[in-house]
């Protein structure tokens, strides 16, 4: 290539069509190359791409899956619809090296040129080494690329201790990848905190413990002053300027970037003053046929270093270069995302440097989890935040805080760990709220995407808009809003679970049967893709839990619980658990009794009794909650399963035993169902009652399984439900022996749990399935399947394996750890603030804190 194209007229005087070149390919690069060809400008264009590094754009963000086996094919974001368009002329593995403004034309490193009209610069940022002396010995890295990347692996290969310069974002990620390839990691923080940017003083402190709880030492308040070689010419070890030393095989430099303007620079264009191409709300530079893009750019002074505001940039300009008007104004910079596998959000004015701002704060010590919510003077409106350890409600956090709308929730309420209702939440939003928060996409260009550009499915959405293509928290979000608007239309709905598994959770439930599929990761190898989210990962752990019935908090397992289930209890709006210990058939003798009542007098708990005809234990603290059970486990009692989507009680009344109207024994009928199903995991919640005769004191046609004596035994009612959508349960056979009344009941339940949705409830299940009622006594009743067999021996394998989670886990040292490391410190903890009301404590409401002595913001940067 050592010839100069003319973008303006060809040899023969003909107009050539009009050159566009884009000098760099990564994150952004490849972005803008979607959003040419989403604006069909591609179609009228001849599209240059140049790019320094070998290989086509990868997700930078996820670099270090590649210690992790990820191979570039997996990192590859590059579109190959786009390289195989016959517009487009790629050139990998070269540079741009200068600008000729007055030719219009870029000079490459092999000194060939490229004739341009636009000239779009994506050159992203490169990292800064300071100039410590000893900083570029072999054994030294930086770590940006996979080239970078691939050196620290080989070299990982013969060294044991590996330090990071630099505890910002980058550094911890660069701190995994050590981690992963098995070294002592070290990481040396100039400032006094970890993450300085993005997290207050408490909030680094319970990610410094998460950390250094992997194995990772953490130095803060720390600056390098020299790096020593060994005798062999690589680094060796690292002089800080208070005078100690630490030993390393590798460094890491992770102390910052800087966007890579030289083009610009050495073009004469202007640049801003700390650094980047200086472009304004146009993103076109001092020169009209420059632009700039991503890392590279200073928007009005200001450099993104994230990952969002360049895709919004990409679109911006794509869009102006095909004529329209649009402008870029700024972007939110939220940050959320896993470090170290530890949950970390910051967003909006997360520092409370607003005039007059206040805090909630819900801060645990033990699970080290950390959530700050800025608030207006006011007490009105949601000003930012800080989540650490658990960034549950992060995306809905945000949407208050970008909306700037008064907040009807209590904050302490919206501080706690929650667990999304995406339905919920999909129904409060407004048309201009923000849906995926890494692509500015909102509610209203979802729905017109799916009433507009007619998507159908997840993934057509996903193309269309880019929602749910970074960090992928939003895809929940998403796919009801697509069911919704779908359904709203009378179209048929993508069943698809999420964007790891395009099967149902039906399918997926008959091939891990079928299959015998143990784990998780089998699972995905076997049928999915990607590395599972929020939606499937819970999912495939109930179905695992139902199909195997192993410990939910096995190793294996552990991680895809939700916060409910990893803690086996529910967690309550205050951040503090509920205790919930089973009461089968709602029948309990007076030792009993009082072992709860010393049990909620030691503790000081709030007692109460349920509509199931238990007991529940509020206002435990985690740390609490193993002293607690084990004093339950010891008297006799065992987990209720109030926190898990599974059995909860079998309500029931006295029956004959005691009434005088009753013609059967209820009770230990109960008593017997509730053994019989206790712990069975399902798609949703389920409850049961028996009434002793048909005047139904227990209410069982509200249940998801309903008992009703008769003369000649019991009537089977079945999709009973209270709650929202209350529905009456339908008569599923009558007249049934005990005998039989178990085996209908078996077959419903296993079948039920076999052919449901996530998190739909026998009522919705039964309004959905095809034949109702009749289809579901065909199968449970005459076999019409030919399943009686399996469905039966199914339950037989869950009650012969039953057993309580909260004895397994008092007799797991590992997983008791989880709640008593207890660290004593002497934060306040905001978060839990009670108050006595008839006798016993509950939370205190916004307004009662209100009048408590406010939290000093200043104290807690
Ligand atoms: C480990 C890591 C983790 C990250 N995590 C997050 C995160 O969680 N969230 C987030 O928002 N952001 C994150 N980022 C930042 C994110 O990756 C960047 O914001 C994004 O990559 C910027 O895209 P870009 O295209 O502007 O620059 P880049 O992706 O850096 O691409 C620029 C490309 O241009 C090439 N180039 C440079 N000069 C020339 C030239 N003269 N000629 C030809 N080619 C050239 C470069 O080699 C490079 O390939 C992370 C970054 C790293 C390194
Ligand atoms: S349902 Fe019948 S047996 Fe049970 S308490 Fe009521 S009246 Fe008595």
Redesign the pocket.
Known sequence: MQHTHSARTSAAGTPRPRSVVV?????????FLAELARTRLLDRIHLVV????PVP?Y??????ARVEGATVEDLSMADPAIRQHPNVTEHLG????AIDRSNRTVV??DGATVAYDDLVL??????FVPPIPGHDLPGCHV???IGDLDGIVTDASDASRGVVIGGG??GL??AN?LRLLGLDVQVIEFAPRLMPRQLDQLASDALRSRVEELGLTVRTDTATAALCPGDDGRVARLEFTDGSVVDADIVVFSAG?RA?D??ARDAGLDVGERGGVAVGPSLTSSDPHVHA?????SVDGMV???????YTMARVLAERLAGGEVTFDGADLS???KLLGVDVASFGDAMGTTDGARAVVYDDPITQIYRKLVISRDGTTLLGGILVGDASGHDRLLRLVLSGRPVDAPFAALAAPTVEDAGAVAGELHDDDLVCT?NNVTKGQVCAAVTEQGCRTLPALTAATNAGT??GSCTALCKRILDTEMAAAGLEVDTSLCPHFPQTRQELYEIVRVKGHRTFDELLADVGRGSGCATCKPTIASILATITNEYVLEPQHAPLQDTNDRFLANIQKDGTYSVVPRVPGGEITPDKLMVIAEVAKEFDLYTKITGGQRIDLLGARLEQLPAIWRRLVDAGFESGHAYGKALRTVKSCVGRTWCRYGVQDSTTLAIDLEERYRGLRSPHKIKMAVSGCSRECAEAQGKDVGVIATENGWNLYVAGNGGMKPQHAVLLATDLSTEDLARAIDRFLAYYVRTADRLERTATWLNRIEGGIEHVRAVVIDDSLGLADELEAQMAHHVATHACEWKATLSDPERLAMFTSYVDDDRPDASLVHVRERGQKRPATDEERRTLPLLDLGAMR
């Not at 760099?24 to 972005?31: A, K, P």
């Not at 994506?122 to 990292?127: E, I, K, L, N, V």
């Open positions: 000098a760099g390919n990564g994150m952004v690069g490849e972005r140049i790019g320094e590094e754009a997700d930078r963000v996820h670099l270090s070269r540079r741009v090296d490459l490193d994506a050159t992203g940022s490169r990292p770590y940006r690329t974002l980058l990620e660069a990848a970037i890579r030289e083009l893009i991503g890392e590279c750019a993104y270093g994230l990952v969002g505001p360049g940050t959320q995302l890494c970074g960090c």
